[in-house]
């Protein structure tokens, strides 16, 4: 089963994702997606591993800054998607290494909108548990240059897209997870409620 959390920063989603791998598997393997650019993001990288080897929980960490389709599908092909919950974190920081590799070609969104395609089609065949964690950006200030536009317009295609193939998706606001999809308004139910209204 594949779910989605998503949420701003530091509002507990990456500690909810964690503690779902928990109840839903007695081990798990962390895909970390960031790319270390500087020391204070290998200051934040360590203190992560750290967390997750204080928590007792075994946890198998995998380093994969962008190949995240090629890592599910070998896990789907070696069995591993039985035996382990998998919680990748977190899909920004993977999209954000696509576009920065990306960002001198002149399609570079259409690009990234092809990985991101890609990335879909491998979460909806993955058998097992699937933790997907993802950052809401969209809900500030519109960005002052292109690729930081760019940027917000593709995570928000993104977690669209990936909530389409997921069975859970949980919004983390203040630390408390709400499961939304199951409550999604479907515009087909309003239609056929109001043909049987008439």
């Not at 994702?17 to 970390?32: C, F, V």
């Not at 290998?42 to 960490?61: A, C, F, I, M, N």
């Not at 089609?121 to 097992?128: D, L, T």
């Amino acid at each position: 089963m594949a779910v989605l959390v998503t949420g701003g920063a530091r509002s507990g989603k990456s500690s909810f994702a964690e503690k779902l791998a928990m109840h839903d598997s007695k081990q798990g393997i962390y895909i970390a997606t960031s790319y270390i650019y500087d020391e204070e993001m290998r200051e934040r990288v360590d203190l992560h591993k750290q967390q997750r080897l204080d928590s007792g929980y075994p946890w198998d960490t995998r380093e994969e800054p962008y190949d995240l389709q090629e890592l599910l599908q070998q896990l789907h092909t070696n069995g591993a998607s039985g035996e382990a919950a998998v919680l990748v974190d977190c899909l920004t920081l993977w999209l954000t290494n696509w576009l920065l590799r990306y960002e001198s070609e002149s399609n570079a969104a259409a690009l990234a909108m092809a990985r991101i395609d890609d990335l879909a089609e491998a979460v909806a065949s993955y058998r097992g548990p699937l933790i997907l964690v993802t950052n809401e950006v969209g809900d500030g200030i519109v960005p002052e240059y292109p690729l930081g536009r760019s940027f917000r317009d593709l995570a928000g295609r993104m977690n669209q897209r990936l909530a389409q193939v997921c069975d859970e998706v949980f919004l983390v606001t203040a630390g408390i997870p709400i499961e939304i999809k199951s409550s999604a308004y479907r515009l087909e139910e309003r239609k056929s409620s109001l043909s049987m209204e008439r």
